[in-house]
């Protein structure tokens, strides 16, 4: 990559004001927010209700609990199910949600430990698609890391990857 | 599995032990920059998961990083950061001419800062298999530009599979009394972090 991609990439991705979902953290924010996340072969799952301008963001790190303690977000089937809960507090119930999934990168060019991130979208696909919730967007995989940003306004999901133009799904 | 726990005595071993590490790592960049280059032990964090990206400066920074693997049953990865203009400043250093300012990193500059990172992993993984007494097996340096919080969650990646707090030592480096915004993790992964705790108790 040349310097003056990376140059301008980082005067595009300037550090952002708003709280960064960390790893295994899932987040809900309402219109005029926005929230965020950076990811490399984790997964973001966006839960979007259009009407009620209402959106979530869980950084989902591992396909599956197997029983195991840990946050909420860290699993991708106890993540969906906490999202959901959270979401059907502020009256955004799973019938008027759409899905976007994006991350999952094998980072370091496949040569890294644990390149999670294809199971981790197949397993929110899979249930996803089990509660009906339908996936509008996907923006999955390529070799590096994405800084992501929901807009609860609009329900787009910003993408910013080095080197590359921002993409909107 | 379960995850090795750290008390505060455990704590206080893996710090001496990441200090010997870092001032052997430390001693080969000084020889390798000419005497111009050191580094010293900042923190040996164990933190939760999620504080990962936010507890370091390289969260959403976008830096030239250099990784290393450790392959085999004992596994991590040690990761070199920069910034764009450090990166620069350290290649042009061990090239012996001025910061490049054109568009591409040449060959030349890329297989400096790799090699750097060589000399710090391979420092590092001297300190730790004397200590434990068994052979670890650094990958070829990989060379990338990326969000510095994507890399280091890859590389906590092993240790998140198994528990929900993650062990991380981070250093800082100097050119002579200036502080550089330069940055080594490393980052063990479950087995050898089990390995080295067992060393550890052991050894009390």
């Known amino acids: 990559m040349s310097s003056a991609v990376a140059q301008t990439n980082t005067q595009k991705t300037a550090r952002k004001t708003e709280p960064l979902v960390g790893m295994g953290q899932t987040t809900v924010v309402t219109k005029p927010e926005t929230t965020r996340a950076v990811l490399g072969s984790c997964v973001g799952l966006v839960l979007y209700h259009k009407r009620l301008g209402i959106g979530g963001l869980a950084h989902v790190v591992l396909p599956a609990?197997?029983?195991r303690d840990g946050l909420p977000g860290k699993f991708a089937d106890t993540a969906l199910p906490h999202m959901l809960q959270s979401l059907a507090k502020l009256q955004a119930h799973s019938s008027g949600l759409v899905a976007k999934l994006t991350g999952g990168a094998n980072m370091f060019g496949g040569n890294g430990p644990i390149q999670i991130g294809d199971s981790n979208a197949a397993a929110l696909r899979a249930a996803l698609n089990e509660l009906k919730i339908p996936i509008v967007a996907e923006h999955l995989g390529g070799s590096k890391g994405r800084r992501v940003t929901l807009d609860a306004?609009?329900?787009?999901v910003e993408i910013e990857i080095a080197g590359e133009e921002t993409t909107t799904i | 599995m379960n995850a090795p726990t750290t008390n505060d005595r455990t704590q206080a071993l893996l710090h001496e032990l990441f200090a010997k590490a870092t001032n052997t790592a430390s001693e080969s960049l000084h020889g390798w920059t000419s005497g111009q280059i050191t580094l010293t032990l900042d923190e040996v964090h164990e933190l939760p998961l999620e504080e990962v990206s936010a507890q370091?400066?390289?969260?959403?920074?976008?830096?030239?990083?250099?990784?290393?693997?450790?392959q085999g049953e004992l596994g991590g990865q040690i990761i070199l950061t920069f910034d764009n203009e450090n990166g620069r400043e350290l290649a042009a250093t061990l090239l012996n001419r001025t910061p490049s300012e054109g568009d591409e990193w040449a060959p030349l500059e890329i297989s400096a800062l790799k090699e750097t990172g060589n000399i710090l992993a391979c420092a590092y993984v001297h300190s730790i298999s004397d200590l434990i007494g068994q052979k670890l097996v650094p990958s070829p340096p990989h060379f990338v530009q990326d969000f510095g919080a994507s890399v280091l969650q890859q590389a906590v990646m092993a240790q998140a599979m198994v528990c929900d707090r993650i062990l991380v030592g981070s250093t800082s480096f100097q050119r002579g009394e200036t502080e550089?915004?330069?940055r080594v993790f490393f980052v063990p992964d479950h087995n050898l972090l089990s390995e080295i705790h067992t060393t550890l108790e052991a050894a009390t």
């Open chain 1, 65 to 67: 609990s197997e029983g």
């Open chain 1, 153 to 156: 306004a609009t329900g787009e």
């Open chain 2, 56 to 70: 370091f400066a390289a969260d959403e920074d976008m830096l030239t990083i250099i990784v290393l693997t450790l």
């Open chain 2, 180 to 182: 550089l915004n330069w």
